[in-house]
Nanobody, 123 residues
Framework: QVLLAESGGGLVQAGGSLRLSCAASGGAFSRRAMGWFRQAPGKEREFVSA????????IFEDSVKGRSTISRDNAKNTVYLQMNSLKPEDTAVYYCAASDRGATADWRDYVYWGQGTQVTVSS
């Protein structure tokens, strides 16, 4: 089993930046692709970004592409999501998740989830 703990969320003004972290324990983190998802109030959970087990492949949702970076440090069992030029519509709870099927945008491929970290972007 993989336990995931997100951190780094908070309140930021539009145009600002945040780096989210997700620390993992157990479950062979270094062999799993990892993803970030988010859920805004009243909306469905949506894919943000994912990274392969070795960090060589990354994918992004269109609205964050070009202003976000995903990375991982397997020695520290941690995955990061750097978000720049934040917009009010980025406001959501952000979740990291561990995949059972590679770096995909489909939440059904992710078998372990963290508790989430709140990101609020003020206009």
């Amino acid at each position: 089993q993989v336990l995931l703990a997100e951190s780094g969320g908070g309140l930021v003004q539009a145009g600002g930046s945040l780096r989210l972290s997700c620390a993992a324990s157990g479950g062979a983190f270094s062999r799993r692709a990892m993803g970030w998802f988010r859920q805004a109030p009243g909306k469905e959970r949506e894919f943000v970004s994912a990274i392969s087990w070795n960090g060589q492949s990354t994918i992004f949702e269109d609205s964050v592409k070009g202003r976000s970076t995903i990375s991982r440090d397997n020695a520290k069992n941690t995955v990061y999501l750097q978000m720049n030029s934040l917009k009010p519509e980025d406001t959501a709870v952000y979740y990291c998740a561990a995949s059972d099927r590679g770096a995909t945008a489909d939440w059904r491929d992710y078998v372990y989830w963290g508790q989430g970290t709140q990101v609020t972007v003020s206009s």
